[in-house]
């Protein structure tokens, strides 16, 4: 089945800075990968989402990336507020057919935003 | 509109005991998806109706747990007999097409002591 692996577990950044969260995915016929924002005690809510026929998106401070070739996509977030800081899950799911029905989430990443 | 709703929001029950969760997805909704995160770690996913059918339930850990969406509407998720090791927080999501926007409840935090 797909396995999601996802750095750094924790990210510090200074306000106004630029954060970068990685992932990489096992399943070559993985092919969404959306990215979910978890604010403390609420529920996770997409933040942006990628699918495998695109490089990059973007949307306004916060883009994705990703390399088929490699296995890996990004998230990046600039200009860092204090509304970001949170804990930020990728995930990956597979084509029909391709495992389980349900998304493979990373192990998160807890960002947090120094003033 | 009403978001994913989940009940209860905590249940705290020894362990042996009988816990029913219960999800309310969003109208519409014909994909209802139950997931776990337990002691911090990732978020694993545990099964997929498609209205009343269950598409996949290859996440469930074992017979004791149950999940029903009887009528394609609301869902539950039965531990029964409850363990240590089933305490964590239950997400329910929903969402309109397989691969679309997964829109997740508030959780159900389980602790079994």
């Known amino acids: 089945g797909e396995n999601v692996e996802q750095h750094p577990s924790t990210l510090s950044v200074q306000e106004g800075d630029s954060a970068v969260i990685k992932c990489t995915y096992s399943?070559?016929?993985?092919?969404?990968f959306p990215w979910y924002k978890q604010e403390l005690g609420k529920r996770p809510q997409l933040i942006i989402d990628?699918?495998?026929?695109?490089g990059e998106k973007k949307d306004q401070r916060i883009a994705v990336t990703l390399n088929k070739t490699a296995k890996h996509f990004s998230l990046h977030i600039t200009e860092t507020q204090p509304e970001d800081s949170a804990v930020y899950f990728c995930?990956?799911?597979?084509?029909?057919?391709?495992?389980?029905?349900?998304?493979?989430f990373g192990k998160g990443t807890h960002l947090i935003i120094q003033p | 509109e009403a978001g994913v709703t989940q009940f209860p929001s905590h249940s705290v029950i020894e362990k042996g005991q009988t816990v029913t969760l219960r999800c309310d997805p969003i109208?519409?909704?014909?994909?209802l998806y139950w997931y776990r995160r337990v002691m911090g770690k990732e978020i694993k996913f545990l099964l997929h109706?498609?209205?009343?059918?269950?598409?996949?339930e290859s996440g469930m850990p074992n017979n004791r747990f149950l999940a029903e969406r009887t009528g394609g509407t609301y869902s539950t998720l039965k531990v029964q007999p409850a363990e240590l090791e089933d305490s964590g927080v239950y997400f329910c999501?929903?969402?309109?097409?397989?691969?679309?926007?997964?829109?997740f409840g508030e959780g159900s935090r389980l602790t079994v002591l």
């Open positions: 999501a929903s969402s309109q097409a397989r691969h679309g926007e997964l829109f």
């Open positions: 399943d070559s016929a993985s092919n969404y």
């Open positions: 990628i699918r495998s026929n695109v």
């Open positions: 995930a990956a799911i597979g084509g029909p057919g391709g495992g389980a029905d349900g998304l493979t």
């Open positions: 109208s519409g909704h014909d994909n």
């Open positions: 109706f498609v209205k009343e059918s269950k598409q996949d």
